[in-house]
């Protein structure tokens, strides 16, 4: 079970289909902030399209594969990360993540993402995990950068979002990178 305190008032918590009213209305509070960025806060429009797109992620936690966490901060949820890929094969794995924008710039998603990677990484033995981000995401590369990514190179157009093809940097942290908090 991957659950932590983050602050005296945020804990990190596996985000379930059971939670889908609550995350469809973060997600309605959030979309200006969230769609420049991540398609699903597009998609993800009443409970029922929320709890589909939970329900992807439990089933991918059911496999052993992927799954998504929620961030609540006084109670409410205010963000999450999750395992948008998990291929315990090759053991590599690629995090994303997100916040309302009145959580920003608390630190909340470096210290939930550090719990990601204790987890991915000591527990379940990842060798190698990446961070997807286009370039003008500046908050997103300044995260990977604090919890030590490395950057890779560009995925060059390979993101079409909104009627543009953005490039994708690629960011990764190898397992021996990364310390254990
Ligand atoms: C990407 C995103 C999650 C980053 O949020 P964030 O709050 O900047 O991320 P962090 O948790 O790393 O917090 C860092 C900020 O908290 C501050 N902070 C305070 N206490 C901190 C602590 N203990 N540890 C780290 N940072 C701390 C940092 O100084 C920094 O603020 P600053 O940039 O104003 O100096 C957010 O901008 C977001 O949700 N964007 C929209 C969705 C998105 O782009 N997702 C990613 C797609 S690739």
């Known amino acids: 079970m991957l659950t932590r305190t983050l602050t005296d008032n945020a804990e990190l918590a596996a985000l379930e289909p059971w ?5 469809a209305t973060h997600v309605h509070n959030a979309r200006a902030h969230l769609s420049p960025w991540l398609p699903w806060a597009l998609t993800v429009v009443d409970t029922e399209t929320a709890a589909m797109f939970l329900q992807r992620y439990a089933d991918e936690q059911a ?4 799954r998504i966490l929620g961030i609540w901060l006084d109670g409410k949820l205010v963000g999450g990360t999750l395992f948008r890929v998990w291929d315990s094969r090759t053991g590599m794995c690629e995090v994303g993540v997100w916040l309302a924008p009145d959580a920003v710039g608390h630190g909340l998603v ?3 993402v550090g719990a990601m990677l204790d987890w991915a990484i000591g527990v379940r033995g990842m060798s190698r995990v990446e961070w ?8 997103s590369i ?8 490395t950057r890779e190179g560009v995925l060059r157009q390979a993101f079409p979002h909104q009627g543009i093809r953005h490039d994708v940097e690629v960011w ?6 990364w310390r254990q908090s």
């Open 132 to 139: 997807r981000t286009v370039p003008d995401n500046t908050r």
């Open 110 to 112: 470096t210290k939930a």
């Open 63 to 66: 496999k052993g594969n992927g």
């Open 19 to 23: 939670h889908a009213n609550e995350f």
């Open 142 to 149: 300044a995260t990977a950068q604090r919890l030590g990514f």
């Open 172 to 177: 990764s942290l190898l397992a021996s990178e």
